[in-house]
C-alpha cells in the first residue's frame, strides 16, 4: 500500500477528445510526478510539480498539462487525444525537494485507451 | 542523453534458482541508480538503490552494486521465489527531477 491512488482505473475515449486523470497522494508529499508506460515499454516522464508549480517536463507536447493541489491531489490533463496515448499512466508522489533521492510512491495507474 | 538498457524478458526460473538481471546505463555526472518492481495489479514500489560508484543496495534478499567502470547495476538474487514473479525495472536519476527507466524485465518463477 503506497498511499497513492488514481482515478479511475480504466478509461475510453476516442480520438481528439480530452481527459483529465486524478492521483491523491499522502499528507505532506509535495512532489508529485507523472510517467507515461506504453505497452512493453518503461514508464517515461512527462512532467513534475512541486508546491502546486510546474518543476521539470519531460519530452511531451503542450497538450499534457497539469495541476497540483494544496490537499495533495493532482490531475493530469490530456487535450486533443491521439491513437498513441493509449498507455498506463502513473502517478508518483515523495516528500522532500525533487532533486532529492526521497523515495517515490506510486499509484497503480489509470489505463487510457484511445480509440 | 541519459538511458537505461535493460537485459530483455521474459525470464523464467524454477524455485529457488539464481536470478541475474543485467542493466547497464549512459549518464552524464553521477547518476543514483534503482531498481523498481512491479507486481501484477500494483504499482512500481523501489526494490533498492544505490547512489555512489561501488555502493551496494539490497533489500528481500536482492542485491546490485553500482559500478561505474562498467556503468552497470546489474540485479541479483541467490534463490528465487514463486512470489518474486513481476517486472523488474532498472532506472537511473541525475541531478535532474526524473527518473529514466529501462524497458523491464518479467521475472516468471514456476515451483
Known amino acids: 500500500e503506497t498511499g497513492v491512488t488514481q482515478s479511475p482505473t480504466h478509461l475510453i475515449k476516442t480520438r481528439g477528445q480530452q481527459v483529465t486523470l486524478r492521483c491523491s497522494s499522502q499528507s505532506g508529499h509535495n512532489t508529485v510526478s507523472w510517467y507515461q508506460q506504453a505497452l512493453g515499454q518503461g514508464p517515461q516522464f512527462i512532467f513534475q510539480?512541486?508546491?502546486?508549480?510546474?518543476?521539470g517536463r519531460g519530452n511531451f507536447p503542450p497538450r499534457f498539462s497539469g495541476l497540483q493541489f494544496p490537499n495533495y491531489s493532482s490531475e493530469l490533463n490530456v487535450n486533443a487525444l491521439e491513437l498513441d496515448d493509449s498507455a498506463l499512466y502513473l502517478c508518483?508522489?515523495?516528500?522532500?525537494?525533487?532533486?532529492?533521492?526521497?523515495?517515490?510512491?506510486f499509484g497503480s495507474g489509470t489505463q487510457l485507451s484511445v480509440l | 542523453g541519459d538511458s537505461v538498457t535493460q537485459m530483455e524478458g521474459p525470464v523464467t526460473l524454477s524455485e529457488e534458482a539464481f536470478l541475474t538481471i543485467n542493466c547497464t546505463y549512459t549518464a552524464t555526472g553521477y547518476p543514483s541508480l534503482f531498481w523498481y518492481v512491479q507486481y501484477p495489479g500494483e504499482g512500481l514500489q523501489l526494490l533498492l538503490k544505490?547512489?555512489?560508484?561501488?555502493d551496494k543496495g539490497s533489500n528481500k534478499g536482492f542485491e546490485a552494486t553500482y559500478r561505474k567502470e562498467t556503468t552497470s547495476f546489474h540485479l541479483e538474487k541467490g534463490s528465487v521465489q514463486v512470489s518474486d514473479s513481476a517486472v523488474y525495472f532498472c532506472?537511473?536519476?541525475?541531478?535532474?527531477?526524473?527518473?529514466?527507466f529501462g524497458t523491464g524485465t518479467r521475472l516468471t518463477v514456476i515451483p
Open positions: 544505490a547512489t555512489k560508484a561501488d
Open positions: 532506472a537511473l536519476k541525475t541531478g535532474a527531477n526524473n527518473l529514466f
Open positions: 510539480y512541486y508546491r502546486e508549480e510546474e518543476n
Open positions: 508518483a508522489s515523495s516528500t522532500g525537494q525533487p532533486s532529492s533521492n526521497e523515495k517515490l510512491f
